[in-house]
């Protein structure tokens, strides 16, 4: 007798399968709610209990854990001694088994969960019958993703068989499969645990989208998305219009996201994305008005970028953004009047930011040559740093201000870092310079070239000076503020330079490097 198990969440089309496999002489035995499904639509079905002689039991906890199941899954039809035991036994040899697991991972998502949900969805029996069947693919042929149904059942009436490769490829993904789940599992219980970096971790990814290529045209590349803890992200944003997103957009979106976080309060506010970098950005008394001055800080660069907003696009934001070419829009909503405006641009990409935390939350992951970097998330927000003023010369309430919003900024710049800023408004960028003085030159230079004074303008530098040369620099500028970590065993020699150009200096006590 030829038997094929069939116990899934997802039932959709299980039932044609079973039919064709029925047709070709199999036994279908199954469980639960997939056995009421399959007899309900006409499948000739026998219940896993009548196989074993064993019921089941726990409220169903146990169903498929039982010898009989699991010897004619992994019995080794090239080996005669397990075709004799089976013989002896009295076991029939399982060839397929058609299995999905429980719904944990949109469980857990639930804002209504309990506990006591959680751990029933939690799938043993599932786990173990696909684990077997994938380990003996040279014999059984596991499925565990309804749309492989349909090439089953062509391949199979093709040559009387799964071929050989095709049951391979299944046991790939059935593996793939469990490895998920199991891992979603895991990523859950150590959310729940104070050891923020256990020993032996596991990062579930699906893939939702194969890209046309990767960072450069001779690279594949696809979009995985990880469980996370609802956190706001582009991945879950809606793109209203406009082309899918390629590998280069969502890196530039994911870090415009990044900035909108640290300025969600509801004052208009914009930001344009260049390579990952900030390359201007400003708060105004409206949204039109904070996206001309985050454009008017670089210009140049502002080209084909990504532009985003804390709040509603309204359509005379709209208009000034379509006049100026750009890659993406990221806000949290847009009128119907500014959608039809933007529509009109060719080749942009209008995205609404989902609802989600807008906090960050769990860990941030940097793939390297055989391994992986983990750590937390840089912090949001100010709340962390202290604010030490340590320079004779105090900040007015204005440059404290600016000190503070120039900080924020400075954090999504790529080190060494160094931001202008003059009335709530980025005017210079210094990014990525092997030393922070050509950061501190560069941001300058692009600050004039936009046709600022840096006159009145504060400065924020990611990490420590090692030397005074940076703070020399911006005040030959006229530079008139400085909001830095400190920590350098030269921190008095650029507190000195200050107060020998009665520029105020503040220590955070934090550095945000962003490599």
């Given at each position: ?12 089309g ?12 199999y ?5 639960g ?18 196989i ?6 726990l409220d169903?906890r ?10 004619g ?27 999905n697991?429980y719904p944990f ?9 309990t ?8 799938d ?12 003996n ?5 596991v499925?565990?993703?309804n ?28 593996f793939?499969?469990?490895a998920?789940?199991?891992a ?6 150590n ?28 690279q594949?590349?696809?979009v ?15 793109v209203?219009?406009?082309?899918k ?6 890196m ?13 309060d509801?004052?208009?506010f914009s930001v ?17 008005e904070?996206?001309i ?11 084909g ?32 009047d500014?959608?039809e ?26 793939k390297?040559?055989g ?10 927000g ?6 030490d003023?340590?320079?004779?010369k ?14 924020l ?19 210079g ?5 092997l ?20 006159k009145?303008a ?11 040369d ?7 500028d006229?530079?008139?503020a ?5 920590g350098?065993k ?15 200096m ?6 945000h490097?962003?490599?």
């Amino acid at each position: 007798m030829k038997r094929a198990i069939f116990s899934v969440y997802r039932k959709e089309g299980i039932e044609k399968l079973a039919a064709f496999l029925e047709k070709k002489g199999y036994e279908i035995i199954s469980t639960g709610g997939t056995f009421k499904y399959l007899k309900a639509n006409g499948v000739k079905v026998t219940e896993v209990k009548d196989i074993t002689g064993f019921p089941e039991v726990l409220d169903g906890r146990v169903k498929t854990l039982h010898p009989v199941i699991h010897s004619g899954i992994l019995a080794m039809r090239s080996n005669e001694k397990h075709l004799e035991e089976l013989e002896a036994h009295k076991i029939s040899p399982v060839d397929f088994v058609v299995v999905n697991l429980y719904p944990f991972e949109g469980t857990v998502s639930r804002d209504d969960v309990t506990e006591e949900d959680i751990i029933e969805q939690i799938d043993i029996g599932g786990v173990t019958l696909i684990r077997a069947a994938a380990k003996n693919y040279n014999d059984v042929t596991v499925v565990v993703d309804n749309e492989d149904f349909e090439r089953i059942i062509k391949e199979y009436e093709a040559v009387g068989s799964v071929p050989a490769p095709t049951r391979m490829e299944m046991a790939c993904k059935a593996f793939a499969h469990t490895a998920y789940y199991d891992a979603i599992i895991s990523t859950y219980f150590n959310s729940l645990m104070p050891a923020y970096f256990p020993k032996e971790y596991s990062i579930p990814l699906k893939r939702i989208q194969e890209l046309r290529y990767g960072e450069n045209p001779h690279q594949l590349g696809a979009v995985y998305k990880t469980y996370v803890d609802k956190n706001a992200n582009v991945l879950d944003a809606e793109v209203l219009w406009g082309k899918k997103l390629s590998y280069n957009n969502v890196m530039d979106a994911d870090a415009a996201l990044d900035i909108l976080r640290e300025f969600w309060d509801g004052n208009p506010f914009s930001v344009i994305i260049k390579h990952t970098n900030p390359c201007g950005a400003s708060k105004g008394d409206t949204l039109k008005e904070a996206y001309i001055r985050a454009l008017a800080g670089d210009p140049v660069s502002a080209f084909g970028g990504i532009i985003g907003f804390n709040g509603k696009v309204d359509s005379e934001t709209a208009e000034e953004i379509s006049k100026q070419f750009c890659e993406i829009v990221i806000a949290p909503d847009y009128d119907f009047d500014a959608l039809e405006i933007l529509k009109q641009k060719k080749n942009l990409r209008i995205v609404k930011i989902a609802s989600g935390d807008m906090g960050k939350k769990g860990h941030f992951y940097r793939k390297i040559e055989g391994g992986m970097l983990v750590q937390e998330w840089d912090r949001v927000g100010m709340d962390y740093e202290r604010f030490d003023i340590v320079t004779g010369k105090k900040p007015s309430s204005d440059e404290e201000r600016d000190l503070r919003f120039a900080w924020l900024i400075c954090k999504y710049v790529k080190s060494n870092a160094i931001v202008y800023v003059k009335n709530e408004q980025v005017i210079g960028v210094g990014a990525g310079q092997l030393s922070r003085v050509d950061s501190a030159r560069f941001g300058a230079l692009k600050a004039k070239d936009a046709g600022f004074d840096l006159k009145g303008a504060v400065m924020a530098s990611d990490a420590f000076f090692p030397f005074r040369d940076s703070v020399d620099t911006a005040a030959k500028d006229g530079v008139v503020a400085i909001i830095q970590p400190g920590g350098s065993k030269r921190d008095d020699e650029s507190i000195q330079a200050c107060n020998d150009h009665k520029i105020s200096m503040v220590l955070t006590g934090i550095r945000h490097f962003r490599h």
